[in-house]
T-cell receptor, first 113, second 109 residues
């Protein structure tokens, strides 16, 4: 079974702090994704990566950056957290460029106060 | 931008009832996935459909992809409390799925 793990289930940070969310997958998947999920808005893609050191902007990249130094690990960085970044953050991976199926981690519930 | 609309947004039924939820778009999708998400957890993939008209069954769940590949439905027979969750459809080319906003299903014992 594919396993995607996220570093924290719950985080509380203060406005202006730098926040790191980490994601690790154990199935040698090429593609990795970061989404945020908000009530009524569904899942929105922040960034994705299809290879080590490669990244592409999703629909809502503003205020976020990412890092992929190793194939199995994809980090989401909030340079200066703001209250409107309070959300559920979901990491996902899929096998390769032909794959349709994404596998999700358990999510990180981030609260910025 | 491709959009997926799911209906109903909320559904509350009694154990043993049947139900159908829908996922519709004006765009053609190369594939469509259904996920179930429980509170505080990430979505879990249930099924992928890729061929227009395709029907897949997973125990009491039946998934259908529309002939024109613009819509899909999920039918649950004899719903159980364990079916409670947020059902999400997602479609599109590989690498960049579009997600619907989901149907929140509650099955009451």
């Amino acid at each position: 079974d594919v396993k995607v793990t996220q570093s924290s289930r719950y985080l509380v940070k203060r406005t202006g702090e730098k926040v790191f969310l980490e994601c690790v997958q154990d199935m040698d998947h090429e593609n990795m994704f970061w989404y945020r999920q908000d009530p009524g808005l569904g899942l929105r893609l922040i960034y994705f990566s299809y290879d080590v050191k490669m990244k592409e902007k999703g629909d809502i990249p503003e205020g976020y950056s990412v890092s992929r130094e190793k194939k199995e690990r994809f980090s989401l960085i909030l340079e200066s957290a703001s209250t409107n970044q309070t959300s559920m953050y979901l990491c996902a991976s899929d096998r390769d460029r032909s794959s349709y199926e994404q596998y999700f981690g358990p999510g990180t519930r981030l609260t910025v106060t | 931008t491709q959009l997926l609309e799911q209906s109903p947004q909320f559904l509350s039924i009694q154990e043993g009832e049947n139900l159908t939820v829908y996922c519709n778009s004006s765009s053609v999708f190369s594939s469509l996935q259904w996920y179930r998400q429980e509170p505080g957890e990430g979505p879990v993939l249930l099924v992928t459909v890729v061929t227009g008209g395709e029907v897949k069954k997973l125990k009491r769940l039946t998934f259908q992809f529309g002939d024109a590949r613009k819509d899909s439905s999920l039918h649950i027979t004899a719903a159980q409390p364990g079916d409670t969750g947020l059902y999400l459809c997602a479609g599109g080319p590989a690498r960049q799925l579009t997600f619907g906003s989901g149907t929140q299903l509650t099955v009451l014992p």
